[in-house]
């Protein structure tokens, strides 16, 4: 999964979490915001956990 991916994912979820509101086009823009902000946090932080995994030695193969 991509950025956008997951964002669209997350964008998805905070309209389902509005269903029983009309929300306006601002507001459905800064939900889409946040969507990629929180799209981006996750890649970063998933990223710094595979750089910090030990890395295997020659007993493992």
């Not at 998805?12 to 509005?18: E, R």
């Not at 932080?45 to 493992?60: F, N, S």
Request: with cysteine.
């Amino acid at each position: 999964m991509d950025i956008h991916d997951i964002a669209l994912t997350l964008f998805a979820q905070l309209v389902g979490a509005h269903s029983g509101t009309a929300l306006d086009d601002a507001t459905r823009i800064e939900l889409g915001r946040e969507a990629y902000r929180c799209a981006e946090a996750f890649i970063k932080a998933k990223d710094l956990y595979i750089r910090e995994l030990p890395v295997p030695g020659p007993e493992t193969f």
